[in-house]
Structures are given as structure tokens and as C-alpha cells.
T-cell receptor
């Protein structure tokens, strides 16, 4: 039972353009969502998060949008840079859960 | 200090060996976690320690034995592992009651069982 899904295993974007990574979830109890970036052989690095009381959160080049009715969130990176090439994981949790549930990840490649 | 430090970075062990993974944080976080990540898969939770007490064991085989000696340290003792246990083992910590704020991962230990 995969509660958090990232249906695109990979995404290729030209440098300077917008990268949009998508994530869907099934568990209505989730009320906090996070995006992590991961390079090979390293641990996930926190990027940005959003609480279910909001529908948008922005931090520099990164914006996360949450559509609760559709149980969908997306991460926008603009402009995309070569250093953004990595695997991006969406994760979800709720207060008291004590754990993050991760999606399968999307490998983002930024082409010069 | 905003890091979670894991040692060793790489470990190769035989199926009859006993080894330990170590994790340390000095952020005052009161919850610490072990995750396991296989190639091309997402991290999967193994154990949670909250205020130095084991609060979650995700039905992990007994050949993995966690230990939390104090609020800054988390160990994972390994014994009689199988080749399929080869994976990246990630430690994480968070502020505990205010989960998931500050949820921070270490760089991981790449474990190979031969």
C-alpha cells in the first residue's frame, strides 16, 4: 500500500526553465509534507515543507503547492540550475506519527 | 551544530560478523530514527527512539538491534546479517514532540554484507 506516490521516475529540464515535480498521497491523515533532495551516497537534504493549513509555501527558487482536495502536491524550481540535478523525494506525515512516509523519488536532470 | 553524523561511511561485513553503526547529533533533538534505503527505493523506517525510549519498531528482524545510550547517540548493532540486508542505512533526528520540525538526515552508512 503506497501512501505517497511520485509517478514520474525521471524528469529532464533545460537550465533556466521551470522544473515541476509532482506527488500524490492517499492518506487523509497526512497534514505535513516535505520535499527532500538526495545526491548519490548521501543522506536526503531537506528542501521545503508545507502544512495542510496552507496551499503554498515559497523559499527562494523553490515553491511547494498543496491541493488538499486532490491530495496532490508539487514542487516548482525556477530557474532550474545544473546543481539541482538529483533525486527528489516527497514525504508526508502527521502530528504524532513519528515517521515520514516517502514517495519513490523522481530523478531530475538539468541540461545545460 | 546542525548535523547528524554517521560512522562509518562504508562497512563490509561477513554474515557471521557483529558490527555496529553509530549516529550522533548535538541539536538537542529528542527523537532519533533509523531508516534503510535500498537502491532506487525510498527510505523505509526501521526504528524510532523518542526521549531515549524505543517507540516504534517496524517489525525489523532481530538481527538488527538498536540502542540509544543517551539523547545524542543512536547505535544500530548488526549480527548474522544476510546479503539482502546490504543497503544505505540512514539516521535522522527531529525535535521530538514537534515532529516533523527539524527532521534532519545523516549522510548514511553504506553496508555491504558478503
Amino acid at each position: 500500500d503506497q501512501q505517497v506516490k511520485q509517478n514520474s521516475p525521471s524528469l529532464s529540464v533545460q537550465e533556466g526553465r521551470i522544473s515541476i515535480l509532482n506527488c500524490d498521497y492517499t492518506n487523509s491523515m497526512f497534514d505535513y509534507f516535505l520535499w527532500y533532495k538526495k545526491y548519490p551516497a548521501e543522506g536526503p537534504t531537506f528542501l521545503i515543507s508545507i502544512s495542510s493549513i496552507k496551499d503554498k509555501n515559497e523559499d527562494g527558487r523553490f515553491t511547494v503547492f498543496l491541493n488538499k482536495s486532490a491530495k496532490h502536491l508539487s514542487l516548482h524550481i525556477v530557474p532550474s540550475q545544473p546543481g539541482d540535478s538529483a533525486v527528489y523525494f516527497c514525504a508526508a506525515t502527521f502530528q504524532g506519527a513519528q515517521k515520514l512516509v516517502f514517495g519513490q523519488g523522481t530523478r531530475l536532470t538539468i541540461n545545460p | 551544530d546542525t548535523e547528524v553524523t554517521q560512522t562509518p561511511k562504508h562497512l563490509v561485513m561477513g554474515m557471521t560478523n557483529k558490527k555496529s553503526l553509530k549516529c550522533e547529533q548535538h541539536m538537542g533533538h529528542r527523537a532519533m530514527y533509523w531508516y534503510k534505503q535500498k537502491a532506487k527505493k525510498p527510505p523505509e523506517l526501521m526504528f524510532v527512539y523518542s526521549y531515549e525510549k524505543l517507540s516504534i519498531n517496524e517489525s525489523v528482524p532481530s538481527r538488527f538491534s538498536p540502542e540509544c545510550p543517551n539523547s545524542s547517540l543512536l547505535n544500530l548493532h548488526l549480527h548474522a546479517l544476510q546479503p539482502e540486508d546490504s543497503a544505505l542505512y540512514l539516521c535522522a533526528s527531529s525535535q521530538g514532540d514537534r515532529l516533523p520540525f527539524g527532521y534532519t538526515f545523516g549522510s548514511g552508512t553504506r553496508l555491504t554484507v558478503v
